[in-house]
Every structure is written in C-alpha cells, then in structure tokens.
C-alpha cells in the first residue's frame, strides 16, 4: 500500500509533538490508516524546537507555501496560526492544488470556515480541524458524527485552559486576577500577551465552529458577545462557591426561538452541573441534543501531546476516509493478547471486617496483613453497637492481589471475625 | 440521490425509539448522510410498542431473518439482543447477503465479535456497534477513530447504569442492596432477573468491546475477571466517603507487562477522579492515552433516546462512508440563522457590590432592582472589614439582561456604590 505523504507547516509545540507522535506510534497509526503514514517535508521559523533525529529523511523548506506546492504531497497540516497571512494562503493553495489540509488553526476557521469549506469542496479534498478546538477531546467528530442523529439543543463549553487555569488558582490560593495571570505565564500555560485567552476571543473562536458543526450554520464570529476576566475579583469566587457553585469562563451557543445565541463570558455554573467540577488547564464541552440527552467529553484541551493526538486522528481519518472496520484494523491484524492476571496487580485495599468488639482484634488482623507484608494506611471502627458486633474499616498500601487473598482468607479464620471479610480494590487514576 | 433503505430488527424500546428519531429529525439525518434515510421494513414480537402512525409505510415482517434476506434493503439494525439465537442469525444472514449490520448487541459482539467482522470484511460490508457500549456516549467512535493516534494504556468505565443507580442510592439514602434493587427494579432501571446487571456481566461484554478497539486484540470475554454489587453494605460506601472516596462498578482494561488485564468489580474510586462524581444512572468512560492523557466522555448509558442516538450515528456514518465534510453538511447547506441577542435571554444573575456600610444601602439596591421588576433570591453580607467598606453579594431569579443592564447602571449611580458593580449570569445546564 503506498504511504499517505504529508508535510507539515509549523514546528512549533503542536508541530513537534506531531512529528513525534507519527513517529514514535508509527506502528498503531500504519494498523489503523491502511497503510503507512510518511512525513515528507515540514517547515519551521525556528529550527531549534525540533530534535535532529526527528527530522530525519524529511525535507525542510523556508517557506511554507512551498509545502502547499509540492507534488509529492497529499496532506498538508497546517500549524502556523493566525486567521490571516501565510497560515490562510497555505490552506488555501493546498486546497487548490489537490492536497487534503488538516489544520488546528481555530482563527483561521472562525473567520474564512465557510470560503474553505467551499474551496475544498470545489477542489473534491477534505479540511479538517479537531486539533482546532479543545486539544486532545474528540469533540469536533463528536458533534459532526457521533450525534449526527440529534438535533442540538445548546452548547456550553470550557474551551479555554489559561482562563480555566487562572480561576482555578483564584478560587484555589485567593489569587488576584494579575496574580494567578501571572502564575499562568511562569508554568508557560499563558502568552506574554495574553489577551487573546483571558478577553474571550480563543474561546470565541472554537465555540463558532462548535455551533457552525451543531446547527448548520457557518462560523459566524462576529455575532459572538464577548467577555473576559479582567473584571473578577477573588471575593467573586468565594462568594460563587457560597452559592453552591463555581465561575467558570464559558462559550454557550444555544438555538433560542429568535434565532443563534452565542456569547462567551464569565458565569456561576451551579455544582450539579458536569463543568462546575473541571479544574486548572482542563477543557470541558457538554452538549445537549434531543436525543442523546446530556454528554460531557473532559481533558487536556492544550499543549503537544493532546493536539497532537488530534491532529493525527485526523490525518488517519484522511487514510481512511473514514474508518470502517469493526474494531478499527482489519480482522486478520486482530492479534491475541497474553491474558494478565488482574491478581498480579498491586493496589491499595479496603478490607471492612465485622467483629467481636473485645481486646486484641486488631492486634490479630495486623499480625496477619505483617506476616503478608501488607502495610496499613488507615484503621478506623465504628462507635460500639448494642450488640458487640462493631465494624472495621482497614485500608492498605499498595500491594499484590495474591497476598491480600491470603490475608482475608486467615483473617476471616479468626474467632472474633463474624462474617465473611469485604474487601474491595482503591482503583487510583 | 436514492435513500440508504433500512431494516430493524427489534422494536423495543431502543428499536421504537430509533423508528421515531429517523422520522422526527428527517431533515438533519438527510442532510448529514447526504441522502435520505428510509426504514423499509421491520421485525417485532410485540407490535403494540410502536405507535401505529410511526410504522405507515413499513413493511412488517414476524421473523426477523426474513429481514436479512430481503432485495431492497441496505442495512440490517438488529435490536434483538442476545449473544446466540436469532439475533446471531439475523447478523450472519445479513452480512452474507450483503447488508450493512448495525447492531447494540454487546452479548453477541463480545461473545461472537472477531467471527462477525471477519465475515464482513469478507463480505465488503460494515458492522458497527456505537449503541453496544454506553449508550448515547460515542466511545466507540472515540475509540476507533478519535484516539487513533493513540497507544491506549488504560480504561476504566462506569458502564452499567442500572449498577450506579443502585450504588447511588445506596450511599445517599443508605439503603440496602436489596431496597436499592427494588427501587431500580420498580423505576424501570433493573429488570426482573437482574442478574445480567448486578453481577457484573453486561459490563464485561461492554468492556471487552472496548479493550478490543484499544489494544487491536479481539474480543476476548473468556479472560475477563467478573465480580458484582451483592456483598456490598450501605455502610461500605459511607466508610469510602470518609476515606474521601465513592464506590463505583468498574469494569477495567489496562495493557500491563504480562498482557491484557480485563476486570469487572465495585472499587474504590478516590474523588479526585472524574469517575468519582457520576451518579445515578449516568454512565463514563475514562481513557488514557500516551498522547492525549486523560480523557473523560459521560452522558446516559442507556434508553430509547440516547442509544437511538447512538444507532442512528452509525446509520448516518454508513451513508457517508465516513462523513469528510467540514461542518457536516455540504457548505452549499450551510444556512445563516438569525443572531439572538445574548440580552434577550433570561436567566438568573449574581451581582457584587462594593458599599459604603451604613444603613439604607440595601434599601436603595433593592428599590432599584424592584422598579425593574427583578426578584432577589438570596443576599449576603460579608463582615465588615477594617474600612467602612463591605461586599454585598445579591443573587436575582430569572430575567433578561436588559432589564438587569438598566438596575446595575443606576445602582452603579449611588452614593453607597464604591466602584463598578460586577454582574454575572447563573449558568444553568
């Protein structure tokens, strides 16, 4: 099968970690696009961002439009930014020239979505972008296919990591504005000017073409109202979470009788309420559709390794044109996995013991989990019943399943033990 | 453009509730399959389930393997159930004779899933199961697609909602596992013989589905380790939440050293994780990845509404064959909508006022808010500081912006006001 061949325009962190990616999982990504994805020439302003060992083999030209020329090229992916200049005439001459473009370029799309879509369409390639809203969360083939069937009702989303960051700490450390502002610029998470993230307009431009995917409509960037943070104050907060609830900067995009309302500010967003609970860089998007009811997608919405997991669903979906195949690869690649036994995994434990409330109990229990080797984290028992059952509550450092077994099974031995031990695995993260 | 002619076998409550979606958003599923959709014929062992008005037009058939043979038909839904019998038959006939298979059937995939996609690859046909696992939430797109790029390196999901209803209840009502079980039962949640649910199975064959699409491996029911809820106490779950954890049936799938390790049982969930704070009977699915961290999908795992979502995408992605288009539709049917003024939607608003402390403040405040006919819900007060200067923190009932725009400027207008009011709209879902 011959390679689908891309270039890639931009070697920033999305670039790189793309670059990356393709690389390091070029096995997974080969099973599941049908044949071998191959970069064959990138750009980059700035060399250095890049290891050498990663640009092996690969062309590098200066300009970017050159990418957009090449005949040797079926996809070009664009990550240069900016909804105007070089990132526009390289999405578009790549259009024009017969190349597929993948682009993670949000306000490029906001403002030109509709001239593209109609270019691509003209030329018969495909543009898509889920790299360009919410990072890693596959929202963008969420909402053009996973709830194709529904009709949206409402959009509300945290799209924008540096604000979600910032009320993060102000709720958090009682932070000022400027203060959590400038936490966010020393972990890297905000732009030396970041005005773009904290007055709304990145969270406008990704919830434009949400609404575009969810009703039909073109991206319509400049019918958004939009706010930003400057204004809060860490008392805002706290008085927020007195209210049972917690401000959250949101893009809502709903469709009311008069019409499309999209609007980006600052809001209480109640406890109840999936988004209240999306804290420091996390990005959230819960849609409602009349069929599907409430569906929430929550991750890492920034930085190379989530877009770059867009940006190379994307070009597999390109190899693919959509990929059909029951469990993603071709049966016959379906290969058997050793079975691992789940008793060989370690974890910490619950183990609730209901026993003869008298002396030495719990000397008993401990000397049995010592003799396995099996450290306690916490023991507490429950105030003394009528009778003189009470209950035992152990829970244990990390340790294997086998030895746990042991344990509950002498444990459940013992005289003072009423009935058969519960234990339960702490499933950590 | 000739309509994609369907079959659906089954007219349960998912079966009615797909027959129902694909006549009531007609207009959306034409445009985003770009062709009509038409349901041909259908099977049902209880036709008093479908309201007459929604099966004019449609043959109806008694045996459901009739459906597989019939000409004019491109796609095959089976609704049925089961991982043997006539839902099996119906599959097989169906892919043989040339149809696209759509099925929710989890207990056949699991079981059978390796055989049946060998046979449609075998015969140039799809079979796609978005509704098999979860529900309206599209992890298997997710999954397939959404993550390509991806190597997986675990998942944990909450697949069964019959099992978090229980769990739910059991911990904030502190009912028994059996109250529980009867409530489930009696709210529709749980079936008569529950044992499906509660012991864990119907999360097992989900999550083989899932482990499958993760690890490129076949389905593989036989290895997974498969515990349930019945040893659980209420007091269980009140001890997990004083070790600052919910108890959650998980089923588990993590690529580990030795192989695959595939696990169904109630586990401690630390709060912290996502999955902690599903309730009720909402289902979640957290993955992770080695390029997009963690990513977290929730919604509603089962139902007529949110599986017929699900059926009806994967209806929608056989008439696309992959829907490439950028915005879903073709740009030509991308339509402007109005613009909804943001001020014209009610909702309720939190207000913050810097204010002199003297007495008649909040008199003024509230004449003000009454003359524009806006209801206070709650105000509070915070202590008065060193300054005669304190915070009062005012949150109103529903109403428009307009109205709250015209009070906040002559509020701002007071003597008492101290600086610029700060105003926020409550975001309710």
Known sequence: MPPLRIAIAGLGTVGSATLRLLKENADVVAARAGKPVTVTAVSAKDKAKCRKSDLEGIRLVDDPR????????????????????????????????????????KALLATHGLALAQLAEKNGKRLIFEAAVAG???????MREGLA???????????????????????????????ALKEAQDKG???????????GFDTAHKLTLLAALAFGTMPDLASVSVGGLRRLMPIDLQFAAELDCRIKLLGVARLTEQGLEQRVGPCLVPLASPLAKIDDVLNAVLVQGDAVGELTLSGRGAGGGPTSSAVVADIIDLARAGNGLPFGVPAEQLRPLPVAPAEARVSGWYIRLQVTDKPGVVADVSAILRDEKISIESM????????????VIITTHAIGEAAMR??????????????????LRIENT
Chains 1, 2 share one sequence.
């Open 189 to 199: 998470y905000a732009e030396a000017d970041p005005s773009m993230d904290i007055d």
């Open 136 to 142: 890693g969360i596959p929202i963008v083939k969420t």
């Open 380 to 391: 507490l028992q429950h105030g003394r019943s009528r009778t003189d059952s009470v209950s």
């Open 406 to 423: 042991r344990a509950i099974q002498k444990i459940a031995k013992l005289d003072s033990v009423q009935e058969e031990p519960c234990w």
């Open 66 to 105: 050159e990418l957009a020329a090449l005949k040797d090229i079926d996809v070009v992916v664009e990550l240069i930014g900016g909804a105007e200049g070089i990132a526009r005439e390289v999405c578009e001459k790549a259009l024009q020239n017969g190349k597929h473009v993948v682009t993670a370029n």
């Open 149 to 179: 069937g529904n009709k949206v009702r409402a959009i509300q989303g945290i799209l924008n990591g540096t604000c979600n960051y910032i009320l993060t700490r102000m709720f958090e450390a009682k932070l000022d504005f400027s203060s």
